[in-house]
């Protein structure tokens, strides 16, 4: 499995870094590199079954075998995100990744279960989760108040 994993991340890999390091749109490549791995998924089955429902003791996030695990590419192109302003600020790039990828993995489970990969529901997936990781907060109860408050003052000036 380690093997197989090492020369999937060797092949893969370098060209999504290549776009980290060119600054490319963040949420392109992201969008890219989740699809491309559903798809590879899709096309390695029995592999990503294994991968994607094995033990707990799954590699770490570290280098492995001089590459890097894609939980952190995934993190690095979230980093990138932040600083292009499409992604949150507010989070860790690295338990927003843990979260994408946890739904990712499920998303990629249902869909090799019920034999039903597509790209249109995988892409759907994503863009409601990039959408909650986006540059806006979800507004707080508070802040909801005092937006009331303002309006209905503006309102009585007029």
Not at 17 to 30: G, N, T
Not at 131 to 146: D, H, L, N, Q, W
Request: include cysteine; proline fraction near 4%.
């Amino acid at each position: 499995m380690a093997e197989l994993r090492a020369r999937a991340e060797a092949r893969y890999y370098p060209p999504i870094r290549a776009r980290i390091a060119d600054d490319a749109p963040a949420l392109e490549i992201l969008r890219d590199t989740l699809v491309g791995h559903g798809r590879w998924c899709a096309a390695n089955q029995n592999v990503a079954v294994l991968a994607l429902t094995g033990p707990a003791n799954k590699p770490s996030t570290t280098a492995n075998s001089g590459v890097v695990a894609f939980i952190t590419l995934v993190k690095d192109i979230m980093v990138l995100g932040q600083q292009q302003g499409v992604i949150r600020k507010d989070e860790d790039a690295g338990n927003m990744a843990l979260f994408l990828l946890g739904a990712h993995a499920q998303t990629i489970r249902h869909m090799l279960a019920t034999d039903s990969f597509q790209d249109a529901k995988l892409k759907y997936v994503l863009r409601l989760l990039i959408e909650g990781m986006g540059g806006r907060s979800i507004p707080t109860k508070a802040a909801a108040v005092r937006r009331a408050r303002t309006s209905s003052k503006s309102k009585r000036r007029t």
